[in-house]
Structures are given as C-alpha cells and as structure tokens.
C-alpha cells in the first residue's frame, strides 16, 4: 500500500514516517507539508538518518501517487487534503483534532466520496478506555458528577484535547444527552454550585507531556477515576497504519478507530 503522510515533519509526521518506513507492507510514496514550510524540497526521512528518496512537497497532485493519505496537521490543513484525495481517488486516516461544526460535517460529506477513518486518538488504550467510560457512566448515572482533566505538551493549540471531547461524548451518549448541551468547558469567578448532569472539562498545557486522560465520577464519600496516560507517540503513529490497513478494503464511507478495532 503506498502512503502519502501530510505534516511530515511535524510531531506526528516524523512519527509516522519511522513507522511506514519499519512496515514491510507499506511504502512512503508521498510526503506533504504547509506551502512556505523550511522542510520543503528535503528528504523525508532526513531528520529520522534515513533517506527515503521521498521529498517533501507542497503539491497536492503528488496525491495521484498515493493509495491513502495520513494526515496530522491543522483542520484548515486536512480539509484542504481531503479535497486532493476525493480528486485522486485517495483514502484518508485524519488524526487532526480542533474541527469546528462546519468542518466535522464538511470531513462526514468527504465520506460519501473516499473512505476514511476519523478519530481524536488512534492508539488502542485510548479507545479500550472508551469503552470502560461507557460501563461507567451506564452505573454511575446518578448522583455522581463527571470531570474530565486533560494534559499535554506546550505547544499543542486546540483545548479541550480531541479525546476528552469524545470522552465527554460518550459519557453524554449514554446518559442520553449531547455534549454540548451538558459540557461545562471552563469555570473562572463566581461560577455558584456545581449543576447536576454537567460534565466539567479542566486542561493543563506544559513542557513536553504526550498526553494524559483522567475521568473522574465524584459522588457522595467516594470518586472513581479513569486514567490513560501516554509515554509515546508511537501507539498513535501504529494505530494510525492500522486504520490505513482498514481502509484497502473500504471504497467509501466515514470510520472510527472503534470501527478499525472492532470494539
Ligand atoms: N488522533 C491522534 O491519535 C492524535 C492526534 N494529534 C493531532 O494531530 C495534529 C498534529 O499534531 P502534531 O504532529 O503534534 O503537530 P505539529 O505542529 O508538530 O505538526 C503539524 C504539521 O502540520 C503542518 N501544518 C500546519 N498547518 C498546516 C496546513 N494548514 N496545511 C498543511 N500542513 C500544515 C505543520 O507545519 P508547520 O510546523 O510549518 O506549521 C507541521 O509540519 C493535532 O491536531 C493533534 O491534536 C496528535 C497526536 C495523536
Ligand atoms: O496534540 C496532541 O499531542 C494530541 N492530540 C490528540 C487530542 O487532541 O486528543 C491526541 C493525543 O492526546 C495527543
């Protein structure tokens, strides 16, 4: 399977780029970054000690030499990609995080058109840990308030993290609400007593922290907590080739990890 990796020099695309390049099944065929970006016209593998004989490139059409793109970038970024690969029939892994409404519904339109899995967390853990959320909620469901506190390195830009927003999701699916009616994002002054059935969100950004996952459920002489934490980007880089994988046997259509995993 060729892969196409937008971002490539970033965090995740580094990431990802060891790990097409450690994959006997999978070759780098195309490496993206942002028009203007001092990476451009170099080796991908360059900053890895490898050369790949992949350059970067800004050009979108480099897509006609792909069979699925994996992109970690920035929403106006990956929605602009995701326009290339309806064009050159590419499918498309997005990790992204920070999508506004519009942009959610403009990646739900791309799947009637190009397969592609969508999802705020690749790595299993994180999604195993969606699932030990759902059995929480199910029985916590009274009489017990739902906080989630993220953390992660300084230079992440999007807040709340992507997973605790589909944390919060699935807390909010299975006490029958949606998110937004119910999620408190920040609290600041004379904020008066906590409300029932609000799920509150807390952040944290500072030095080089991968990223943390607490859920808490606090009720009346006790407090459950639900942790993820992690040590690498690695589990993210492999859940995203995984999904890649996925994708060889789909035409159309908009997955999730859960889907992947068949979880
Ligand atoms: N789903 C998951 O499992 C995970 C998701 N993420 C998400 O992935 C995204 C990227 O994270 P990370 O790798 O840490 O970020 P980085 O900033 O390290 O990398 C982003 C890369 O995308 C490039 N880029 C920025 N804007 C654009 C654009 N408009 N068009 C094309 N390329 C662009 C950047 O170039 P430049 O630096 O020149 O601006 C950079 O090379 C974030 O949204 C993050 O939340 C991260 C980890 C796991
Ligand atoms: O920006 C990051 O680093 C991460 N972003 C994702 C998110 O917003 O949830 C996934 C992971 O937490 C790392």
């Known amino acids: ?26 070759t780098l065929s195309v490496a993206l ?8 016209g170099q080796d991908a593998g360059g900053g890895l000690g490898h050369t790949t004989g992949v350059l970067i490139t800004d050009d979108l059409d480099a897509l006609a030499n792909a069979d699925c793109l994996i992109d970690f970038t920035r929403p106006e970024g990956t929605l602009t990609h995701l326009q290339a690969c309806i064009k050159h029939n590419v499918k498309c892994v997005i ?14 339109a791309a799947g009637q058109k190009t397969a592609i899995v ?26 017990y308030d739902a906080e989630i506190f993220e953390a992660h390195h300084r230079n992440k830009v999007d807040a709340p993290s992507g997973t605790a927003i589909s944390m ?8 029958g609400k949606k998110l937004d009616d119910v999620a408190d994002w920040a609290r600041h002054g004379h904020t008066g007593p906590r409300k029932d059935g609000k799920i509150g969100f807390s952040v944290l950004r500072g030095g080089d922290i991968i990223g943390d996952h607490t859920v808490y459920f606090c009720g009346d002489g006790e407090r459950i907590e639900i942790s ?10 492999q859940g995203s080739l995984r999904a890649a994988r996925y994708l060889a046997r789909k035409e159309f259509g908009l997955f999730d990890m859960q889907d992947v995993l068949s979880v």
């Open 1 to 26: 399977m060729r892969i196409a990796i937008a971002g490539a020099d970033g965090r995740m695309g580094r990431m990802l780029t060891e790990a097409v390049i450690q994959s006997p099944d999978l």
């Open 33 to 40: 970054d942002r028009p203007g970006a001092a990476c451009l």
């Open 95 to 108: 990790g992204t995080t920070g999508f506004d409404t519009e942009g959610k519904q403009a990646i739900q």
């Open 118 to 143: 969508f999802a705020s967390n690749m790595s299993i853990g994180v999604n195993a840990t969606y699932k030990l959320l759902e059995m929480a909620a199910r029985l916590l469901n009274d009489g």
């Open 168 to 175: 919060g999701e699935t807390i909010a699916r299975t006490w």
């Open 228 to 237: 993820h934490r992690s040590s690498s980007r690695a589990t993210y880089a």
